[in-house]
T-cell receptor, first 112, second 113 residues
Framework: EDQVTQSPEALRLQEGESSSLNCSYT??????LFWYRQDPGKGPEFLFT???AGEEKEKERLKATLTKKESFLHITAPKPEDSATYLC?????????????FGQGTTLQVKP | DAGVTQSPTHLIKTRGQQVTLRCSPK?????VSWYQQALGQGPQFIFQ???????QRGNFPDRFSGHQFPNYSSELNVNALLLGDSALYLC????????????FGPGTRLTVT
């Protein structure tokens, strides 16, 4: 069964303190691993898509990496505005009739 | 370029009632999916619409139904509301069935009392 597990559930950082969020996945035939940012009460905002092991993508202070079993979201020198829930998802199902399967998210709080 | 829009923003209903939520996909997108997100959880897939037909369905009862219109907009209907249906309902669209990237709307917060 396709499954996504994120850790930790919550993370508190001081401004400037770099860290990483983990996303472990099990899926038959990876068609994409996706990272989203979600602010309270709002819809998920698309950040990255990774398609194959070894791939990396960057956006401002965020860098996403992918191995065959997990993905990491590295946050370098975070700022308070990076506080949000970060969701990881994989594309599950056959071909293009599939769906996104999400983890439960990691809630990040960055204190000034 | 307008993103995914949803209406209403918030909704309060009584147990047993019926509700309709609406979604307009991102410009140029023809495939719409609906997700339910309970507090503190990741979104759960409800169903997907393409060419005005339901193409795939998640593990949700028949009380959940939908529709897609010729302009690609979509509705989610929930009958016989239960307290457990209280959640954030998210609509997502993608450019085509060959594209896996989905873009989400702001959601509709449904509270069932």
């Amino acid at each position: 069964e396709d499954q996504v597990t994120q850790s930790p559930e919550a993370l508190r950082l001081q401004e400037g303190e770099s860290s990483s969020l983990n996303c472990s996945y099990t899926v038959s035939g990876l068609r994409g691993l996706f990272w989203y940012r979600q602010d309270p009460g709002k819809g998920p905002e698309f950040l990255f898509t990774l398609y194959s092991a070894g791939e990396e993508k960057e956006k401002e202070r965020l860098k996403a990496t992918l191995t065959k079993k997990e993905s990491f979201l590295h946050i370098t020198a975070p700022k308070p505005e990076d506080s949000a829930t970060y969701l990881c998802a994989v594309w599950g199902g056959s071909g293009n009739t599939g769906k996104l399967i999400f983890g439960q998210g990691t809630t990040l709080q960055v204190k000034p | 370029d307008a993103g995914v829009t949803q209406s209403p923003t918030h909704l309060i209903k009584t147990r047993g009632q019926q509700v309709t939520l609406r979604c307009s996909p991102k410009s140029g997108h023809d495939t719409v999916s609906w997700y339910q997100q309970a507090l503190g959880q990741g979104p759960q897939f409800i169903f997907q619409y393409y060419e005005e037909e339901e193409r795939q369905r998640g593990n949700f009862p028949d009380r959940f139904s939908g529709h897609q219109f010729p302009n690609y907009s979509s509705e989610l209907n929930v009958n016989a509301l239960l307290l457990g249906d209280s959640a954030l309902y998210l609509c997502a669209s993608r450019a085509s069935r060959d594209s896996y990237e989905q873009y989400f709307g702001p959601g509709t917060r449904l509270t069932v009392t």
